[in-house]
C-alpha cells in the first residue's frame, strides 16, 4: 500500500445470521473498525481506507434456508478486504495485469 498510493483498502464487516438485524448491524460496524484502526496503526493512511457494514445480509451460506453447522456460521462472521483503484494518480511504471471479473 505504501508503494502503490493510488490503491484504496475497502473493508467490509458481516456477521452471521443469528442475532437481531439491529445487533448485527453494530458488530460487522465495529468488526470493520477494529480491522481499521491496525491498519491506521499500521501507518496506512485514513483517507485511503473505507469501511462498509453489511450485517447478516450478505452470508457465504444462507442458514435461513439450510441448516447451518458451526463451522458454516463461523464463515459468515468475517471482515473481507478488497483493494481498488482511488482517484489518487500514480506516476510510477505502468505494468498491464490482467484482472479476473465477477
Not at 2 to 17: A, F, K
Amino acid at each position: 500500500l505504501n508503494r502503490m498510493p493510488n490503491l484504496m483498502l475497502y473493508i467490509e464487516g458481516h456477521t452471521d445470521q443469528r442475532g437481531s438485524d439491529e445487533y448485527n448491524q453494530s458488530l460487522s460496524e465495529r468488526r470493520a473498525e477494529v480491522v481499521k484502526e491496525y491498519l491506521r496503526n499500521r501507518g496506512v493512511e485514513d483517507g485511503r481506507m473505507e469501511d462498509t457494514w453489511f450485517g447478516e445480509t450478505r452470508p457465504v451460506h444462507d442458514c435461513n434456508s439450510v441448516t447451518c453447522t458451526p463451522a458454516m456460521h463461523q464463515l459468515n462472521r468475517r471482515t473481507e478486504l478488497r483493494v481498488g483503484k482511488s482517484s489518487f494518480s500514480y506516476t510510477g511504471r505502468k505494468k498491464k495485469v490482467d484482472t479476473m471479473e465477477e
